[in-house]
Nanobody, 118 residues
Framework: QVQLVESGGGLVQPGGSLRLSCAAS????????MGWYRQAPGKERELVAG???????KYGDSVKGRFTISRDNAKNTVDLQMDSLKPDDTAVYYC????????????WGQGTQVTVSS
C-alpha cells in the first residue's frame, strides 16, 4: 500500500522560511510526478509546485521565485523549500505522487499545516 508522509509544517513569521518534506513508502520504483498542493480555509485546493521524474518543475503563480521544489527519485522523496513566506501562504499543504504501472494512481498525504503570522 502506497503511503505519503509529510513533515516540516509549523508557525513562521512573515518573511521567514520553512522546508516541507514528503516520503513515499510501500512502493518499488519512482513516482512519475510528485509535488505539493495547498488549501486555505474557504478556498479551493491549488497547485503549489510539481516535479517530474526527469526534474521538470512547475509552480503556482503566487509562489514563483519564492518556493523551490526538489526530489530524490531513489528515495521517493520530495521537498519544498519555502522562502519569503507571506500570510497568504497560510494553508494545509498536501503532498501528492502519481504512479504508473503496478501502482497506477494518484496518492495524497494527510496534510501539514503551515501558518504565517506575526
Amino acid at each position: 500500500q502506497v503511503q505519503l508522509v509529510e513533515s516540516g509544517g509549523g508557525l513562521v513569521q512573515p518573511g521567514g522560511s520553512l522546508r516541507l518534506s514528503c516520503a513515499a513508502s510501500g512502493v518499488i520504483g519512482s513516482a512519475n510526478a510528485m509535488g505539493w498542493y495547498r488549501q486555505a480555509p474557504g478556498k479551493e485546493r491549488e497547485l503549489v509546485a510539481g516535479i517530474s521524474m526527469g526534474g521538470s518543475t512547475k509552480y503556482g503563480d503566487s509562489v514563483k521565485g519564492r518556493f523551490t521544489i526538489s526530489r530524490d527519485n531513489a528515495k521517493n522523496t520530495v521537498d519544498l523549500q519555502m522562502d519569503s513566506l507571506k500570510p497568504d501562504d497560510t494553508a494545509v499543504y498536501y503532498c501528492y505522487a502519481h504512479f504508473s504501472g503496478y501502482y497506477e494512481g494518484d496518492y495524497w498525504g494527510q496534510g501539514t499545516q503551515v501558518t504565517v503570522s506575526s
